[in-house]
């Protein structure tokens, strides 16, 4: 038997455990300790929530603990509590972004202090003791196998999903004028900077001068000031009256974001999955995604590829969206298509099918692959 952990929050890792708990008919523990623990990166060992968040820790492996069976942690960051069990279990992993700016490789968000560098090595060591890994994607996969030496033989990939009843085209329209979509973060490593270099330069063509960038999200969690950074980029390229932020949108606002939008683009340095594509696709919105990572894998030939470290690459993208109707109008047609190969019923079923495989490897110790298995 596997036991669900479903973590409860707005991001994106909360919103696959939330998606699999509704579609999977398993053992469900419900917690908030995915967003507590994102609250506290970057925390100092002195500060007044390192002991409350140390017995909150403990009492949540206490939890982990008491259960029967098998239990799937559905984040990477969980992999903290794993470590701690002596009972089997699957993890899943999203992206290992957090595991480049441990290493100090390249910084993806940001550098960790002393403390998060020890939770995050348990995260790590946690990932290896799993019985199973689900990883989101290829590109996930490929960096567990390449980075944390993880025989590939323990690697499940499962796709994540998008849901077509939400992410759809709609009529309702909340801004007036046209514009750019961009949703995310702006950690480095969204390259949201570059962005909006791309973006003055296509503006500067004197073409587009009422064409509005509309960032959708908030800006990062507590390690730096994000926002400010990005702000201070704005004002060097004269861009105040034509960058707008929304902040967090509800996702019942999302559609209308996306089905009014010229065109999404996400020049990510890296993305271990990636729902935005997938959701404007979903909504006929074209787009255009960075080639490196996750996402060439996700989009396939649906979106514009670009090389995200090339302003030019992204600005003339982003001008053959805008002024070349037909080139838009297959990108729409594709994007449909593609979004539509992308579900959480389908998360579910293979999800699914991993458990099955653990349960039986366990059950006549012995490792099995998932094309063991035959139908119910």
Known sequence: MVTLVVTKGIGSMDLYAERLGQRLDVPKIYTDIYQRVAKLFNISWLSRDTPRAIREDWHFIRVLRKLDGIVHLPGQH????GFFLKAPYIITVHDLI?????????????????????????????IKKAARIIAVSQATKHDLIHYLGIPEEHISVVYEGVDCQIFKPVKHRILDYPYLLFVGSEHPRKNFTGLLKAFSQLKNGGRFKDLK?????????????????TLQVVREL????????????PEDDLPAYYSGASCLILPSF????????LEAMACGCPAIVSNVTSLPEIVADAAIKVNPHDTD????????????????????????????????????????????????????????????LGPD
């Not at 969980?78 to 509590?81: A, C, D, F, T, V």
């Not at 890296?270 to 594509?277: A, H, I, V, W």
């Open 78 to 81: 969980l992999g903290r509590y």
């Open 98 to 126: 957090r595991y480049f700016d441990l290493k100090e490789q390249t910084i993806f968000i940001h550098r960790p202090n002393l403390r998060d560098r020890l939770y995050l090595s348990l995260d790590y060591k946690g």
């Open 213 to 229: 960038l509309v960032k959708v999200g908030r800006a990062g969690g507590r390690e730096a000031d994000f926002r400010e950074q």
């Open 238 to 249: 004269h861009l105040l009256d034509d960058v707008i932020f929304t902040d967090y949108v």
């Open 270 to 277: 890296y993305e271990g999955f990636g729902f935005p594509p």
């Open 313 to 372: 690459s992204i600005s003339n993208a982003l001008h053959e969206v805008l002024t070349n109707e037909h080139l838009k109008q297959g990108l729409v047609s594709k994007g449909f298509e593609r979004a539509g190969q992308f579900s959480w019923e389908k998360t579910a079923e293979e999800t699914l099918n991993v458990y099955k495989v653990v349960e039986q490897s366990l059950k006549w110790g012995e490792p099995l692959k998932l094309d063991t």
